[in-house]
């Protein structure tokens, strides 16, 4: 399984991105969790959004939320992050990642069977 992230780019803060994810070699199930990571120089990466591919189940961390959005596109295999009013915190690589058969209580997971390769978002001031 291969996960293909795109859409970073450099813009400036208040601007618009929109990540893309989409995976080969496997089509997303119902109970699958897709997930967005982020890692900014010199921190730790951290989970951004997460949602269960066709059940419920959503997660946002606290400092996106309001601004950053997850879909998905069941006919693409493709889940992607919405990402509007940028920060200059927001800078960092952005990576998206997969598990399969997560279950409502064990959502978001910890750990994730498949990632893909990172997209860089710049924001700058």
């Known amino acids: 399984v291969q996960l293909q992230a795109s859409g970073g780019g450099l813009v400036q803060a208040g601007g618009s991105l929109r990540l893309s994810c989409t995976a080969s070699g496997r089509t997303f199930t119902s109970n699958d969790a897709v997930a967005w990571f982020r890692q900014a120089p010199g921190k730790e990466r951290e989970l951004v959004a997460a949602i269960r591919w066709r059940q419920s189940g959503s997660y946002y961390a606290d400092s996106v939320k309001g601004r950053f959005t997850m879909s998905r596109d069941s006919a693409k295999n493709s889940a992607f992050l919405q990402m509007i009013n940028l920060k200059e915190e927001d800078t960092a690589v952005y990576y998206c990642?997969?598990?399969?058969?997560?279950?409502?209580?064990?959502?978001?997971?910890?750990?994730?069977?498949?990632w893909g390769q990172g997209t860089q978002v710049t924001v700058s001031s």
């Open positions: 990642a997969a598990k399969g058969r997560v279950i409502l209580s064990a959502f978001p997971p910890t750990v994730y069977h498949y």
